[in-house]
């Protein structure tokens, strides 16, 4: 059963930091491209970054650019985005997703990013 | 960036009526275009794909028809569960880019 399981959200104050993780199992993570999409509170969904399988190609919203880095670790099936520089509009629930190259075909539960003093 | 826009933004209809919801690009995303169902607190769910194909396990009452700019999906006869948010993805061009969402809820 694929799995994705997000963790590290929580409050952080303006210009803060965070790294949130995913760990994925029931499938060959390094073979996927993997995603993060969020969705603030009450709000629709809006697509973050991408990363490709061996982590050597990634993309990124405008509005995250410069700010937010996707990296990936096969060897520990798992999914990290570290995210400096936090503005208010980065609150959130953050899901990593896993790509099929047309479509999401599974998701995390989420974690919440929080960013307030 | 494409943008999607999705029509109504809130639909009220009882269980067993037919819904139809609507989603506009701004520029053709050919038929590269995915629905996603949301129930509160939980993560989206892949409803159809490529516009058109039904992912494993949706069932038949769910089905998404268009290409180019604009497209439909329809719930044949509500149930119970189908009460909630349903957007359209565009996996044509980055950034990727998601509509807005139709609520569809309980007259």
């Known amino acids: 059963e694929v799995q994705l399981v997000e963790s590290g959200g929580g409050l952080v104050q303006p210009g803060g930091s965070l790294r949130l993780s995913c760990a994925a199992s029931g499938f060959t993570f390094s073979g996927y491209w993997m995603y993060w999409v969020r969705q603030a509170p009450g709000k629709g969904l809006m697509w973050v970054s991408a990363i490709n399988t061996d982590g050597s190609d990634t993309n990124y919203a405008d509005s995250v650019k410069g700010r937010l880095t996707i990296t990936r670790d096969n060897a520990k099936n798992t999914l990290y985005l570290q995210m400096n520089s936090l503005r208010a509009e980065d609150t959130a629930v953050y899901y990593c997703?896993?790509?099929?190259?047309?479509?999401?075909?599974?998701w995390g539960q989420g974690t919440l990013v929080i960013v307030s003093s | 960036e494409i943008v999607l826009t999705q029509s109504p933004v809130t639909l009220s209809l009882s269980p067993g009526e037919r819904a139809t919801l609507s989603c506009r690009a701004s520029?053709?995303?050919?038929?590269?275009l995915v629905w996603y169902q949301q129930k509160p607190g939980q993560a989206p769910r892949l409803l159809i794909y490529d516009a058109s194909n039904r992912a494993t396990g949706i069932p038949a009452r769910f089905s998404g028809s268009g290409s180019g700019t604009d497209f439909t999906l329809t719930i044949s006869s509500l149930e119970p569960e189908d009460f909630a948010v349903y957007y359209c993805?565009?996996?044509?061009?980055?950034?990727?880019?998601f509509g807005g969402g139709t609520k569809v809820e309980i007259k």
């Open positions: 993805h565009q996996r044509s061009d980055w950034p990727l880019t």
């Open positions: 997703a896993r790509d099929t190259g047309r479509y999401f075909q599974h």
């Open positions: 520029q053709s995303v050919g038929s590269y």
